[in-house]
């Protein structure tokens, strides 16, 4: 598709592209508010079911672990047949199966709904991000993604305060549900009407058979109709190809790890806080619930501070770097910052989490908290796109999966690890394993070049690392 042809999505106003991008990370907003909306109402989950804390955490774990499986298909559908359709189809499910949890009669039937709910809502965690592509050239991207990174965060630390209000006002537990049918089911109608196809390919192929149908001739066609693979070729393409370029990759398996654990770091609180703030202060549902906001604000104060300042750097850097791309290691420098602020926020969480000492104390170690999870996942995650390029989408796709295990299987363990250990010395043992993952950036940052010349998969190893010396003076006489 030409740069100037009216359908591709790069030339539509920037207002509609705003707008689209606004709405992929409502999208996102809404898978992840209903991943933790739950967490606010266990006890009456645990009252009407009768079970004990390990299956009412299923609640939540069962929604994340979707999120493994729905990367797989989501991603590569919406290649092959193109970003709406697959939104569509998956929204259209997940508002579904949100009705069957509020209708749920028994254990098995809700935990299975939210499997299943988790499975579907993971179209806009995989393809999203490919629709901010679709869009925006290059030199917006980066700013488009930096406000994107705030949903899928916003989501969990805002479903805990509503869903625990709403059990302190004694709504039942089956409203949580239903608030989150109504929200998908809103979002699914604006997908109809207003969410337009974005992907070029597919733009091609509903193009290429209007000209058929208008002109009666079968020499149109896209390029995307001719491109068919056999089952067991997708089947390998899908499944196969993520996990072959992660287990021969070492630096994007060290920024899997990484990125996992924050991840599901993330998921744990959801069981560590209540623990804290409801045990330990004695606060309802609803004020635990508020206790995860200071997350979702350094969150958004990280977005600012990276607006103002680091994009500009990194636009000057690609003046400097002309006509040659910046090396992917660039984007290391706000993972540099983030680390250690990250690994301090855990101590400062878990050594003021006595019940003597003000509910302030550990409440603001959240904001330093959210702040260095954005850089952290701003850095990595441009790096993987900025240093795999034409296979980044199978990169992401293995990242995505892992990152969806460990946040499904941390709140398994958070309750018993923060009740045995008790809050500091559990805090303390998360905070010392951000204390050794932390040199992954640094180390990166210093070697990243090396690594990628040897890579199998990193089309970008023989680039320049270093801005080129510009010649001065060259036609002087």
């Not at 098995?108 to 179209?123: M, V, Y």
């Not at 500009?312 to 002309?322: K, M, S, T, V």
Request: aromatic share 16%; net charge positive; charged share 15%.
């Amino acid at each position: 598709m030409k740069p100037d042809d009216p359908d591709n999505p790069k030339t539509w106003s920037r207002p509609y592209r705003w707008y689209v991008t606004m709405f992929a990370a409502l999208l996102v907003l809404n898978a992840t508010f209903a991943s933790s909306a739950p967490s606010g109402i266990v006890p009456q989950l645990m009252e009407k079911f009768t079970f004990g804390t390990e299956v009412a955490t299923l609640t939540i774990a069962l929604f994340v672990a979707g999120y493994c499986v729905g990367p797989l298909l989501w991603g590569p559908l919406s290649e092959q047949y193109g970003r709406k359709p697959v939104f569509i189809v998956s929204f259209f499910a997940y508002t579904c199966f949100q009705v069957g949890c509020a209708l749920s009669p028994n254990t098995a039937s809700i935990l299975i709904f939210r499997f299943l709910g988790g499975t579907f809502a993971a179209a806009p965690l995989a393809n999203s991000g490919a629709v901010m592509s679709d869009v925006w050239d290059a030199d917006t991207r980066g700013k488009a993604m930096a406000l994107f990174a705030l949903a899928p965060f916003a989501g969990p630390t805002i479903g805990p305060t509503i869903s625990g209000f709403m059990a302190v006002a004694g709504v039942s537990w089956r409203w949580v549900f239903w608030l989150l049918t109504i929200f998908a089911g809103v979002c699914f109608v604006f997908i109809i009407f207003t969410l337009p196809e974005t992907y070029a390919p597919a733009i091609l192929v509903h193009r290429a058979r209007r000209l058929r149908k208008e002109t009666g001739d079968d020499r149109y066609w896209a390029p995307l109709e001719r491109n068919k693979m056999s089952f067991t070729q997708r089947l390998k393409h899908i499944l196969g190809r993520p996990f072959i370029i992660l287990f021969r990759e070492p630096m994007l398996i060290a920024i899997t790890l990484y990125m996992s654990f924050l991840y599901g770091v993330m998921y744990l609180l959801f069981e560590a806080y209540p623990i804290v703030f409801t045990r330990g202060h004695h606060f309802n549902a609803g004020i635990s619930g508020l206790m995860f906001l200071p997350i979702f604000v350094g969150a958004a104060f990280a977005v600012i501070l990276y607006l103002l300042v680091f994009n500009p750097r990194y636009h000057r850097a690609i003046e400097q770097f002309a006509p040659h791309p910046v090396p992917p290691e660039y984007r290391m420098e706000l993972c540099m910052w983030a680390a250690p602020i990250y690994t301090i926020s855990f101590f400062w969480f878990g050594w003021t989490s006595y019940s003597s000492v003000s509910y302030w104390a550990p409440l603001m170690a959240g904001f330093p908290m959210g702040f260095a999870i954005i850089w952290i996942f701003l850095g990595l995650f441009n790096y993987t796109i900025d240093a795999y390029l034409f296979v980044a989408a199978s990169a992401l796709s293995s990242m995505t999966v892992v990152r969806s295990l460990f946040g499904a299987g941390f709140p398994l363990f958070a309750t018993q690890m923060y009740e045995t250990l008790n809050p500091r010395w559990a805090s303390t043992l998360l905070g010392c394993i951000a204390l050794v993952m932390m040199p992954i950036p640094f180390l990166l940052r210093r070697f990243g070049h090396k690594l990628r010349k040897h890579s199998k998969y990193s089309p970008t190893g023989h680039l320049p690392h270093k801005p080129p010396v510009k010649e001065k003076g060259a036609n002087q006489a």
